[in-house]
C-alpha cells in the first residue's frame, strides 16, 4: 500500500509516518522501481507509536514495544523491555506530578500572603471591636495582625472566614493536615454544621474547581434552616 492509506489506516499524518522512517522505526519494502511498499505490520507498528504516544510515551522510547512487535507478540507491552519503558514513563509523571504539587503550595503560600497583605489592623484591640477574627503575625509583640472581617469583603467571598492558627480544630476534629515547609496547613475540606453539629462532611475535595457546585446541590437536597457551611482556610 503507498504512505498515503497506511496514514489514513493507522490514524497518522503522511509528514508523521516518514519522521518514524526517519527514525528507523518503519522500514517498508521496496517495489522494484524504488518506490515505498507499506504492509500490515507498517500499519500495526505507527498504531502503536501512536498509541503510545497517547500515553506520553516519546516515540524515541517505542522501540522497546516495536521489537516486541516485530520478535511476534500479540502485543507491544508483552516483552520485559516494554515494562521497563512503562515503569520509566510512570517514574517521570510521578516526578512531575510531586513537582507540581510543591509548586502548588508554593503559589497557595503566595496567594495567602497577597490576600492578607492589605488586610491588617494596628493591632488586636482595635480588630476585637469589630469582632474580627485575627492571627498574630509570625514575628510575635508589635507584628501587625491580620484583620479577615476585611478579607471576605476584599476577595469578594460569601462567607466568614475563621482564624486557626494553631490547628486547634484539626486536633479536636481529627482533621487532615499536611506539611509544607516546616508549617502544617490544612488539606481543603468542607464541613456542613448545623446547630453545633456536623451534618456533612466532604473529603477529599476533588476536583477543586467544582466543589463549590457540590456542595450546592447537596444543601439543594437535603434543604435545612440556619446551616452554615464552614470553610477550610484558603
Known sequence: MKIGELARRAGATVKAVR??????????????????DYGEHDVRLVREIRTLGALGIPVDRTRPFLDCLAA??????DCPAALAGYR????ELTARIEALAERRAVLSAHL??????NSTATGAGAAGEEGAAVEEGAAGEGEAVHDLA???????????????????????LGLPVFEFDGRSLFRRITL???????????????????????????????????????????
Open 192 to 234: 456542613v454544621v448545623r446547630e453545633g453539629l456536623i451534618e456533612h462532611v466532604f473529603y477529599p475535595v476533588f476536583p477543586p474547581d467544582g466543589h463549590a457546585r457540590q456542595v450546592v446541590e447537596w444543601l439543594r437536597e437535603n434543604p435545612v434552616r440556619d446551616c452554615e457551611t464552614v470553610h477550610d482556610p484558603v
Open 72 to 77: 511476534g507478540g500479540t502485543h507491544g507491552d
Open 150 to 172: 476585611v478579607l471576605p469583603e476584599r476577595l469578594r467571598l460569601p462567607f466568614a472566614m475563621l482564624s486557626d492558627p494553631s490547628l486547634s480544630l484539626a486536633s479536636a
Open 19 to 36: 519522521y518514524y522512517e526517519a527514525m528507523g522505526l518503519v522500514s517498508p519494502a521496496r517495489l522494484a522501481n524504488g518506490y515505498r
Open 88 to 91: 520509566e514513563a510512570i517514574g
Open 112 to 117: 495567602r500572603e497577597a490576600a492578607y497583605r
